[in-house]
């Protein structure tokens, strides 16, 4: 019989807002936006659970967050903080194992079946790896607990913040059943939606679905759906990625057709890019501009420059000149995204994999056009 995996998915609460408020006293306590400026068409990268409760949340344009919070203090990102922040969080990380997943600047897996410290079970490596973090970084950081990713990245979000949930298999079933449907990994809003129209709102309706009747409604993802329903997710935890792309888009809360409100949209992107690249040393030579527009529709346009690039501005000057290449303006569009690939090495060589240190965005925030 297979030795029962030990998984521990990490998560910051409230992080960028969080690392504000440490270190400025006077905003604990109070509504913190990170990002654009409400006067800048920007939009928020992050907020606190003050601004949360106002029903402010990351990616919803400045504008509207300062409508529905007028008292949140806005700032702008401070990008070089937070990294030397997720650097600390990664070297506790490998004080326990060195199967850490990176996911985002924020969040990882770790395996900790065996671990370096000799701790015997994950609940116990859990509490006090949430002990260290907080006591090395004054932040507290959510756990979820589990025999795979699946299971524990969903118990981490389970008692946020500053909560430590444990997944075990007797309990594991009860606990899918009672999910509800946009928990699940691979869930977005889009096919949320079209669950609920199915009428699959929870885990225990997803679980009454035949794998083919799954497939049939959602392709390739309907057997990932069905396994997971059934708590089986066989992914390792992969320290290792070699990426071919890096990017970031932001899906709109409202559609637009403002070029210079798109503009504004591209450069909080172009920085957030520029910022992952310098994070990696890492420069490209193809620039992506992807669109959606309102009816759906994605359109992708690329640029191959006959140099690497890895400055914001770069980027911006080149998403800007694809953008005139769509019917943006003309069109509404509902979702904005900006992709650096073909990389090369400051020195023009080719890029060699390597361990990732937790970059500003994750896996789940790097899309390919169609």
Not at 241 to 263: A, F, V
């Amino acid at each position: 019989m297979p030795e029962i995996r030990k998984i521990i998915h990490i998560d910051m609460d409230a992080f960028y807002a969080s690392v504000e408020q440490r270190d400025n006293p006077g905003l604990r306590g109070r509504p913190v936006i990170v990002g654009g400026d409400p006067g800048s068409r920007g939009v928020v990268a992050a907020c606190s659970y003050e601004a949360r409760k106002f029903g402010v949340h990351s990616a919803m344009p400045s504008y509207r967050a300062y409508r529905l919070c007028p008292q949140a203090v806005f700032l702008p990102p401070r990008f070089d903080v937070y990294r030397q922040v997720s650097m600390q969080i990664m070297e506790i990380f490998h004080g326990y194992t060195d199967l850490v997943e990176p996911l985002s600047l924020d969040e990882a897996f770790l395996d900790v079946t065996a671990n370096k410290k000799a701790i015997a079970t994950a609940t116990e490596a859990a509490r006090r790896l949430r002990e260290e973090i907080r006591k090395k970084t004054g932040l507290t950081a959510s756990a979820g607990v589990s025999y795979n990713k699946f299971l524990a990245k969903a118990a981490s979000d389970f008692r946020k913040p500053d909560g430590l949930t444990v997944v075990t298999p007797e309990t594991a079933q009860a606990f899918i059943d009672d999910l509800p449907i946009g928990k699940f990994f691979g869930v977005g809003k889009v096919t949320e939606r079209r669950m609920r129209s199915y009428g699959i709102t929870c885990g225990a309706e997803l679980r009454k679905r035949t794998l083919d009747e799954l497939t049939r409604l959602f392709g390739k993802a309907g057997a990932f759906f069905h396994s997971i329903a059934h708590g089986i997710d066989d992914r390792p935890v992969t320290p290792v990625r070699i990426r071919k792309s890096l990017g970031k888009e932001i899906t709109l809360d409202e559609d637009i057709d403002d070029i210079p409100q798109m503009t504004a949209l591209l450069a909080e992107l172009a920085g957030s890019v520029g910022a992952l690249l310098g994070r990696k040393g890492l420069m490209g030579r193809t620039v992506t501009l992807k669109l959606r527009y309102d009816d759906f529709q994605s359109i992708t346009r690329s640029i191959t420059t006959g140099r690497a690039l890895d400055t914001a501005q770069e980027i911006l000057d080149i998403a800007v000149l694809l953008l005139r290449e769509t019917e943006a303006g003309a069109r509404k569009v509902r979702l904005l995204g900006i992709t650096v690939s073909n990389f090369d090495h400051e020195d023009g060589s080719p890029a060699k994999p390597r361990q990732l240190l937790l970059p500003f965005f994750g896996e789940r925030d790097v899309r390919k056009g169609p």
